[in-house]
């Protein structure tokens, strides 16, 4: 008997040999130039400037002879610029949440929709995810693609699906007690917000939830974060990586075996290459991601710069997929600070806070004056309760760790769990006051 589940692990799909993948692969980029020169007069004209014409790309090597698309592409041609389907062919308008300027606005046509839903459904297959799970969806509801999305994919495998949106833990924890929770979809900033009230309430999740997977994305996070995720809620917490202008959540998902993210190959088309000169880097190399789609209808977009850093892995997943996987996004090309000389990521300081112990669940970047850096850190209720004079030994451990991490030093102010606020959406991890 077929169970709506096992529709969603195609073995046809997820394990072509290479091979066949790529062929599907030219023959979809190829499709895709088509259609684009027929109905998008901006990449016509980009791919005149180019001189290449959609019957020059014989091959899949000749990807890198067409033009990028940039994040500022999609907001000149705000709003209907990109679009490949006459408008009423329009079905969904979905929005990126808007965290490096103004909203990119994304149609989606019906095919589309189905596609969106079909990727993430498949990724959340890849984890062990059933139609007998119950699905908590922790994302916020509206324009940003991270809800929807993977609402209409738990509901494709026949989940009971909860659109809890974001916020409100109170709530969550009564929807997960009275319904038995198996499954969340959540940011890893309030996925640490909600370990820390589970904690502060008593809350054992091993004992009293049925929790047993997040999905957790939206934002970049490290391993030591992954870890302490699983530790507070009592669940295995796979990265999931999505974006708006490719599909929302189900780009590039974790499988069980949680090493790198499976990145769907027969839908996108994925490159590194350097960021500051364009060039591709050698497989394997850590650069920034740049995607083509390979099914889209109403906006096909042709190797966007998505600005995320990673690396290509290149060697075959025990699971039997297929389909190449990434590395943790490690953080975005425009997240890179500068501070006095030095350049680093968020994500660094991240690494190194989490794996101090007695380290709480959040912190934040503070930059001003000149270039003065100080990092609050939020102790956890233990680090709080076990060091209640020798603060200054966590203090300097956080402050060497951090200078041999990113080789200057920062002051460090410890402030007790919950201190520092915490937004609904995305993560602000820097905040950048200088006069520089
Ligand atoms: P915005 O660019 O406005 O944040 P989106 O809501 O489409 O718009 O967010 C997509 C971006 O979120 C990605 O380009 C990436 O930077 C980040 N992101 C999504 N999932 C992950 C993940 N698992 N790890 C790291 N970063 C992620
Ligand atoms: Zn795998």
């Given at each position: 008997m077929s169970s709506p589940d096992r529709a969603y692990w195609k073995p046809a799909e997820e394990t072509l040999p290479r091979p066949a993948l790529e062929a599907l692969q030219l023959d979809r980029l190829r499709q895709t130039l088509a259609r684009v020169w027929e109905k998008v007069p901006f990449y016509r004209h980009k791919l005149d400037e180019a001189k290449?014409?959609?019957?020059?790309?014989?091959?899949?090597?000749?990807?890198?002879r067409l033009p990028f698309t940039t994040g500022a592409d999609l907001r000149e041609t705000y709003?209907?610029?990109?679009?490949?389907?006459?408008?009423?062919?329009?079905l969904r308008l979905h929005t990126s949440s808007g965290t490096t300027g103004k909203p990119k606005a994304i149609f989606f046509s019906r095919q589309d929709v189905d596609n969106s839903a079909e990727l993430c459904a498949r990724s959340f297959v890849a984890t062990g995810m059933g139609r007998q799970d119950v699905f908590q969806n922790m994302m916020t509801y509206g324009l940003f693609t991270g809800a929807l999305v993977t609402h209409y994919a738990a509901e494709k495998i026949g989940c009971l699906v909860i659109p809890a949106g974001p916020g409100n833990s109170d709530r969550q924890l009564l929807l997960m007690r009275d319904f038995r929770t198996t499954a969340i979809h959540i940011t890893p900033s309030f996925a640490l917000y909600f370990a820390d009230f589970l904690e502060k309430h008593g809350v054992d999740p091993r004992q009293e939830l049925a929790l047993q997977r997040a999905f957790v994305g939206a934002e970049p996070y490290t391993e030591a974060t992954r870890r302490k995720i699983e530790a507070g809620l009592g669940v295995r917490a796979f990265n999931s990586y999505g974006l708006s202008e490719m599909n929302g959540p189900g780009v590039a998902f974790e499988c069980q075996e949680q090493q790198g993210m499976h990145l769907w190959e027969d839908h996108f088309l994925m490159e590194i290459i350097d960021p500051g000169s364009g060039e591709p880097l050698p497989l394997g190399a850590r650069g920034e991601l740049v995607l083509t789609t390979l099914v889209r209808e109403a906006m096909p977009i042709l190797r966007y710069r998505t600005r995320d850093i990673t690396s290509i892995m290149d060697a075959p997943c025990a699971c039997g997929r297929t389909h190449r996987r990434i590395q943790r996004i490690t953080g975005r090309a425009d997240d890179m600070l500068i501070v006095r000389g030095v350049n680093f990521y968020p994500q660094q300081v991240e690494r190194i806070l989490m794996a101090i112990e007695g380290v709480g669940r959040n912190y934040v970047i503070c930059l001003e004056g000149l270039d003065e850096m100080t990092v609050k850190v939020e102790l956890s209720e233990a680090g709080m309760s076990d060091r209640p004079e020798p603060m200054y030994a966590l203090q300097d451990e956080i402050v060497s760790g951090l200078r041999a991490e990113i080789l200057t030093k920062p002051k460090v102010e410890l402030v007790p769990p919950g201190a520092l606020p915490v937004s609904e959406g995305k993560a602000r991890r820097v905040i950048d006051n200088r006069k520089l």
């Open positions: 290449v014409s959609p019957d020059a790309v014989r091959g899949l090597a000749d990807l890198r709003p209907a610029g990109l679009l490949a389907v006459p408008p009423d062919e329009a």
